[in-house]
C-alpha cells in the first residue's frame, strides 16, 4: 500500500498569516491516463470531509482561492494564503491513484 | 445535487453483523463508481471497498476483506455494506463516497456510526 506521511501533524496559526502542509507519498502517483490522482481534504469537528483540491493543484467549486495545492512525484503541498477562523480542523492527504486508496495523518489546525 | 444518506448503524456485539445502506440522489447513480470509507473514533480515514456502475467490479480493503460485501441496486439508487463477523475494532464511522470519475471522492454522506462492544 503506498504510505501517505503528512506533517506537521499539528499546525497552530495567527488568523491573517499563511500556513504550509506537506505530503510526501512512498511511491510515485501519477496514473496510466498521465494524471496524478492526488487529493487534499478538510474536516471540521462532526462533519464528513470535504474535497478542496483534486489532481494536485485544482480546487474544488466553491472552494477560497486561499487555497491552493502544488507537487509532483512524491512531495506535495497545501497553502492557505491567509488562515481564517472557518479554516480550522484536520486536513488530509489522499491518493486515488492506487488501490487502496491511501490517507495521510492528518494535520490538525487552530488558531493560535 | 448529489445527495447521499447512510443508515443502518447502530450498536453491535463482536462476532455480529450489520447492514449499512445509503441511498443516493442528483446524479444517475448506476453510472458511478460507490466506495465506502470509514473512520475510527478520533482516528484517521480508511477506505475499504469499491462497486463499479454495473457492480462487475468490486475491491476490498484487507481489513474487510472475507467479512464485508459490498452491493448495490441501482432501481433503488442505494448502495449497501453487509458487515458480518463484526469485530471491535470496526468501530467507526461509515461514509458512503463517489465522484464522477472512479478516482474521484468529492461527495461523501453524513455518516452512519457502528459500535462493536459487549
Known amino acids: 500500500d503506498v504510505v501517505m506521511t503528512q506533517s506537521p501533524l499539528s499546525l497552530p496559526v495567527t488568523l491573517g498569516q499563511p500556513a504550509s502542509i506537506s505530503c510526501r507519498s512512498s511511491?510515485?502517483?501519477?496514473?496510466?491516463?498521465?494524471?496524478?490522482?492526488f487529493n487534499w481534504f478538510h474536516q471540521r469537528p462532526g462533519q464528513s470531509p470535504r474535497r478542496l483540491i483534486y489532481?494536485?493543484?485544482n480546487r474544488d467549486s466553491g472552494v477560497p482561492d486561499r487555497f491552493s495545492g502544488s507537487g509532483s512525484g512524491t512531495d506535495f503541498t497545501l497553502k492557505i494564503s491567509r488562515v481564517e477562523a472557518e479554516d480550522v480542523g484536520v486536513y488530509y492527504c489522499?491518493?486515488?491513484?492506487?488501490?487502496?486508496?491511501?490517507f495521510g495523518q492528518g494535520t490538525k489546525v487552530e488558531i493560535k | 445535487q448529489v445527495q447521499l444518506v447512510e443508515s443502518g448503524g447502530g450498536l453491535v456485539k463482536p462476532g455480529g453483523c450489520l447492514r449499512l445502506s445509503c441511498a443516493a440522489s442528483g446524479f444517475t447513480f448506476s453510472d458511478y463508481y460507490m466506495s465506502w470509507i470509514r473512520q475510527a473514533p478520533g482516528k484517521g480515514l480508511e477506505w475499504l471497498s469499491y462497486i463499479s456502475g454495473g457492480s462487475s467490479s468490486t475491491n476490498y480493503a484487507d481489513s474487510v476483506k472475507g467479512r464485508f460485501t459490498i452491493s448495490r441496486d441501482n432501481a433503488k439508487d442505494s448502495l449497501y455494506l453487509q458487515m458480518n463477523s463484526l469485530r471491535v475494532e470496526d468501530t467507526a464511522v461509515y461514509y458512503c463516497?463517489?465522484?464522477?470519475?472512479?478516482?474521484?471522492?468529492?461527495?461523501w454522506g453524513q455518516g452512519a456510526l457502528v459500535t462493536v462492544s459487549s
Open positions: 489532481r494536485v493543484s
Open positions: 511511491q510515485g502517483l501519477v496514473y496510466s491516463d498521465g494524471n496524478t490522482y
Open positions: 463516497v463517489t465522484g464522477p470519475q472512479i478516482r474521484d471522492a468529492n461527495y
Open positions: 489522499v491518493q486515488t491513484t492506487h488501490w487502496p486508496w491511501t
